[in-house]
């Protein structure tokens, strides 16, 4: 039995806990399917302007108790809009309806329940819930004994959480506020989607996926009812599922911070970007790990790659770092533009990991590509010969390249230090590919230069921006030869921790020192604001004014390496005068 707009309850057994109610979600009634490979996804698959709506609230109740009577209010933009009681069922679901006509304009919808506080709760912040009208859809399938595991385990983290729909919620704030900072050169807004949870669908174990896959447990082990619990359902624009098979994972209450699963999975946040169509960013990276990628460059007989790496197990990482990286508090700028590119759409090819759009932008590529080629000094390298080594997939693995002595293109720079290198100098065909068995976005460079022989690495994702910024017939870029390995990690941060509450407000933050890093850029938001720079020091210290809900982060520069940013914080200051109460949205 599967229920759709609604959760399927199945009876259990929970600990011994006082009543408890949550707002889960709010969902758009009537649900609406995405059109498939639409050619105008902003408006087909979304309701018709001026079209009778109904935004539906799910109230979940957790308790053997009734509660009749029970007082609730929606706002929308901070304005009253409607109240009334409801009485709410023991340990189930209860549903408000709130009509409205539909617009795409970007507004701001909160439900409130139990505003009389009439009923004595486990948790009192977790009774109001806003939602941003024009939001992306998602939707959370889970088994039930994973669904019990959050409740026996969610209210042990001291949050004010009772069960999966806080966690659910935690990962959609966490989602927005991302979106909103991810504000770059070409983003100057952020990205600009937000999300909002449509769903959540309770099954049996072991009964995802809900639709059997043709090609399952194939790609090393992908994809799996993780990525696709149920393919037939098109009335979300991004799904993900909670199997049993992953229940171990969820234990942990002593922590909270991205880096434990039962409080917020970077891990999930990183898939629904890939049900989006995003790419793995990691994909440009280099790594001396067979079977991935095997690196055997030859000089005269002997390798010498091994040497020029200083047997780093990672000759080469990308510099651009976030959420489809390995950083999943904010997001990376090259998946940022990207997002961009599909604002306001509706899922069109698949609302799954992988959907069959995945990846379409990667081939955006420049006519014709002009590189500057200089050494680590930033001299150019004038009639030199350039060497292109390209990857070429070998083995059953993610990502895999293998690179042999042969060069693939022979070239030689002019007196300026150029050389030209076509639209693709990555592949025989032209073609860009990051998938399973293959990748070769990501070519080695050998430079000649008198006596001097130097290795550099060119990245496609760079021809890929220069395209995007409107260089589609002619893009220059700058490649440096004999650079040091840097990594792609940034600094640690150490205080406060992830969510600390009631933090002082003359706060110090604290951060790991970086190797090769000379110079750190601290940067804050407060209260849904634009970020800004706070600081600059060449400590691992920064003592300073914050107030409210905080997002801060350190960018580091420093010798021969790009900046390298670390991931995101996030805590609540004493004076916030909203406090740290579970959200969707931010103002």
Request: proline fraction near 5%.
């Amino acid at each position: 039995m599967r229920i759709y707009g609604a959760i399927l309850l199945l009876l259990a057994s929970f600990p011994a806990l006082a009543d408890d109610l949550t707002v889960g979600w709010i969902s758009r009634q009537p649900e609406k399917e995405y059109v498939w490979g639409s050619s105008n996804p902003k408006v087909e698959g979304w309701p018709a302007v001026g079209e009778q709506v109904a935004w539906r609230a799910h109230v979940r109740s957790y308790g053997s108790t009734a509660h009749p009577g029970v007082r609730y209010r929606w706002l929308l933009n901070d304005q009253e809009v409607a109240t009334g009681t409801v009485t709410i069922a023991a340990n189930g679901i209860t549903t408000v309806d709130y009509p409205s006509s539909w617009t795409f304009e970007r507004r701001r919808l909160r439900f409130v329940i139990d505003t009389a506080g009439a009923v004595a709760e486990e948790s009192e912040t977790n009774n109001a819930l806003e939602v941003y009208t024009d939001a992306l859809s998602v939707g959370f399938w889970i088994e039930q004994s994973v669904y019990d595991r959050f409740r026996e385990k969610q209210p042990l983290l001291g949050v004010g959480a009772s069960g999966f729909e806080d966690y659910a919620q935690r990962h959609i704030e966490l989602y927005n506020d991302m979106a909103a900072l991810a504000v770059y050169l070409e983003t100057p807004n952020g990205v600009l989607d937000r999300f909002r949870l449509q769903k959540i669908v309770v099954v049996p174990d072991d009964a995802l996926p809900l639709v059997k896959l043709d090609d399952f447990g194939v790609r090393d082990g992908e994809p799996n009812a993780e990525m696709i619990p149920d393919k037939s359902d098109r009335t979300v624009d991004l799904q993900w599922g909670f199997p049993k098979s992953i229940i171990g994972k969820y234990v942990r209450t002593d922590q909270r911070s991205p880096r434990n699963p039962l409080y917020i999975d970077g891990y999930v946040l990183h898939e629904l970007g890939h049900a989006r169509y995003l790419i793995d960013v990691y994909a440009w990276n280099v790594r001396h790990l067979p079977p991935h990628y095997s690196v055997d460059i030859q000089e005269n007989g002997a390798t010498i790659f091994g040497r020029y790496i200083l047997n780093s197990s990672r000759p080469y990482e990308t510099p651009e770092q976030g959420l489809m990286n390995e950083h999943f508090t904010f997001y990376d700028r090259y998946s940022a533009i990207v997002m961009n590119r599909i604002a306001g759409h509706r899922a069109t090819r698949g609302n799954y990991n992988e959907p069959e759009n995945f990846g379409e932008f990667v081939n955006d590529l420049p006519a014709e590509n002009r590189l500057t080629i200089r050494d680590r000094d930033g001299i150019a390298l004038a009639d030199a010969d350039v060497w292109i080594y390209r990857g070429e997939g070998k083995s059953d693995a993610w990502y895999a390249a293998v690179f042999d002595n042969v060069p693939d293109m022979k070239l030689k720079t002019d007196a300026n230090g150029q050389v030209l290198v076509g639209r693709s100098p990555f592949s025989a065909d032209g073609r860009i590919v990051q998938y399973w068995q293959n990748n070769n976005s990501t070519a080695i460079v050998r430079v000649a230069s008198g006596e001097r022989v130097l290795y550099g690495f060119l990245e496609s994702r760079l021809f890929n921006l220069a395209y995007w910024r409107g260089d589609t017939q002619l893009a220059d870029h700058e490649l440096r030869v004999g650079m040091p390995y840097c990594g792609n990690l940034g600094v640690s941060l150490t205080a406060p921790e992830w969510d600390a509450r009631d933090v002082e407000p003359n706060v110090t933050l604290r951060w790991t020192r970086l190797e090769r890093a000379n110079l750190y850029r601290v940067y804050a938001s407060t209260n849904g604001g634009p970020a800004r720079l706070i600081g600059t020091t060449g400590s691992t210290s920064l003592t300073t004014q914050l107030s409210g809900k905080v997002y801060w982060w350190v960018e580091a520069d420093g010798n021969d390496c790009a900046m390298r940013r670390s991931s995101a914080g996030r805590f609540y200051a004493k004076s916030a005068t909203s406090g740290p109460r579970r959200r969707a949205v931010r103002r």
